[in-house]
């Protein structure tokens, strides 16, 4: 199993970035897939998750701002984030649970919001 973010960078304050994870082994259609972020000191935190049916939560931190979304067809989970704050500044990472746990994790993108 192979998950592979994309989608991070530099961004001002109020600005947006959409974050796209790959999957393989069919992943994305089958399990709950989740976005996670970890700040430096800081511990990781889930941003939001999506199930094999679509059902969405989000941490209140990032709701209303960003919206996590999946294209089964293309094994891809995606985190559209607007209305970025330096506080979102962070390593994200993607997830899947096949069962209670977070079993696979993708590498990691940064994200900065920063002027």
């Known amino acids: 199993v192979q998950l592979v973010e994309s989608g991070g960078g530099l961004v001002e304050p109020g600005g947006s970035l959409r974050l796209s994870c790959v999957a393989s082994?069919?992943?994305?259609?089958?399990?709950?897939m989740g976005w996670f972020r970890q700040a430096p000191g800081k511990e990781r935190e889930k941003v939001a998750h999506i199930t094999s049916d679509d059902k969405t939560t989000y941490a209140d931190s990032v709701k209303g701002r960003f919206t996590i979304s999946k294209d089964n067809a293309k094994e891809t989970m995606y985190l559209q984030m607007n209305s970025l704050k330096p506080e979102d500044t962070a390593v994200y990472y993607c997830?899947?649970?096949?069962?209670?746990?977070?079993?696979?994790w993708g590498q990691g993108t940064q994200v900065t919001v920063s002027p």
């Open positions: 997830a899947s649970r096949v069962a209670t746990l977070w079993d696979f």
């Open positions: 082994g069919a992943m994305v259609s089958l399990y709950t």
